[in-house]
Structures are given as C-alpha cells and as structure tokens.
Nanobody
Framework: QVQLVESGGGLVQAGGSLRLSCAAS????????VGWFRQAPGKEREFVAA????????YAADSVKGRFTISREVAKSTVYLQMNSLKPDDTAVYYC?????????????????WGQGTQVTVSS
C-alpha cells in the first residue's frame, strides 16, 4: 500500500521559515515524481512546486519563486519543501502527491497518490 505523509507544518511569524517533508512508503521503486500543492480557506487548490523522478529538474509557481525550494533525498524516500520569507498569504494546508516516472508537473491530475496534508499558518 502506497502512503505519503506530510510533516513540518505549524505556526510561524511573517518572514520566518519552515521545512515541510513528504515521506513515502509502500513504493516499489524510487523512480517517482512529486508535486506540492496547497489549499487556503475559501480558495481552490493550487500548484506550489514539483520535482521529476530523476531529481534533475524542478520548477515552482510564480507566487513562491525565490522563496520556496523543492528537493529530494532518495535514500530516505523523502521530498522536502523549504519555505523562506513566509507571508500570511502562504497560510494553507499543504499536500504532496506522487506518480511513478513523472516529470515535473503543475497539473494535479498527473498524480496518482496523495498525502493527508499539513497545516501551515503564517501570522502577521
């Protein structure tokens, strides 16, 4: 059974930093791409960042470029989202999603597996 578990969320003041983790289990190989998405109250779910299965390509949404960085540690089956210079508008539930052999994608429908999400709250 494939399972993705997000962690690292919490309450932080504007300008602060958090690092989210997405730990995968039950996958038969490490050849999977991962995307991060978020959903704020009253808003649609939106793309944040993605990394391909080879780990050699990635990109981020315009709203977080220069502040957020996605990376992966294959040996631990974990993908990270480093979030710096956080703003109140970043407040949302953050989800990770995965698919075997996936290239970086902003399309949520490209992914097969999803985590339960972790709450990030940025105070002003």
């Amino acid at each position: 059974q494939v399972q993705l578990v997000e962690s690292g969320g919490g309450l932080v003041q504007a300008g602060g930093s958090l690092r989210l983790s997405c730990a995968a289990s039950g996958l038969t190989s490490s050849r999977y791409g991962v995307g991060w998405f978020r959903q704020a109250p009253g808003k649609e779910r939106e793309f944040v960042a993605a990394i391909g299965w080879r780990g050699d390509s990635s990109y981020a949404a315009d709203s977080v470029k220069g502040r957020f960085t996605i990376s992966r540690e294959v040996a631990k089956s974990t993908v990270y989202l480093q979030m710096n210079s956080l703003k109140p508008d970043d407040t949302a539930v953050y989800y990770c999603a995965a698919k075997y052999y996936a290239e970086p994608s902003r399309n949520e429908y490209d992914y097969d597996y999803w985590g339960q999400g972790t709450q990030v709250t940025v105070s002003s």
